[in-house]
């Protein structure tokens, strides 16, 4: 099956610092979804990008669908940015979801 | 408002027993899944129903079982064949179709 790795697995950064998230996918996809894993457990939808760039206030995302890999941008954070990102591309087959491992953030105030 | 609804927030399980986790979605999607996320680790998939009355395995089903008799409803029963049950588990739907899913606020399941 598609194999979906993250980087780096654990960041810390001071409230205010930019940063920038990695997902490399083995195989070609048709869809690329971000989400955001905040403290208590609940998965919230980032960015639905199977290709190009797409922005949501301080977020933006970049999916390069020829050479496997998509980053997440997150500027001026904010301690509320906290959590772990998840990318996820579609299974084999179906509309099952392949997850990477995820990114840990914790941002300092 | 609409959403995905799971039940209850934690659950404690003894050694031998089935319990059962609640999933109820009003989003009128037809496809829903569960998911098995281990800490420190990422989502693994343990069952998938694209249409009421019929489901499949995902790449962790043994020990779990699911019923799909409503749309709105897809029950998770973690059975005592499950001998490392202690996770958090997560409800997903999606339109038929589409790989875009939206997660209820999950499961602490802990064994007793």
């Known amino acids: 099956g598609i194999q979906v790795e993250q980087s780096p697995p654990d960041l810390i950064l001071q409230e205010g610092a930019n940063s920038t998230l990695r997902c490399n996918f083995s195989?070609?996809?048709?869809?690329l979804q971000w989400f955001h894993q905040n403290p208590w457990g609940q998965l919230i939808n980032l960015f639905y990008?199977?290709?190009g760039t797409k922005q949501n206030g301080r977020l933006s995302a970049t999916t390069v669908a020829t050479e496997r890999y998509s980053l997440l941008y997150i500027s001026s954070s904010q301690t509320t940015d906290s959590g772990v990102y998840f990318c996820a591309v579609p299974h084999n087959a179906g509309n099952m979801l392949t997850f990477g491992g995820g990114t840990r953030l914790m941002v300092k105030p | 408002d609409g959403g995905i609804t799971q039940s209850p927030k934690y659950l404690f399980r003894k050694e031998g027993q089935n319990v059962t986790l609640s999933c109820e979605q009003n989003l009128n999607h037809d496809a829903m899944y569960w998911y098995r996320q281990d800490p420190g680790q990422g989502l693994r998939l343990i069952y998938y129903?694209?249409?009421?009355?019929?489901?499949q395995k995902g790449d962790i089903a043994e020990g779990y079982s699911v019923s799909r008799e409503k749309k709105e409803s897809f029950p998770l029963t973690v059975t005592s064949a499950q001998k490392n049950p202690t996770a958090f588990y997560l409800c997903a739907s999606s339109t038929t179709g589409s790989n875009i899913q939206y997660f209820g606020a999950g499961t602490r399941l802990s064994v007793l």
């Open positions: 990008i199977p290709s």
């Open positions: 195989d070609s996809v048709n869809n």
């Open positions: 129903s694209q249409i009421v009355n019929d489901f």
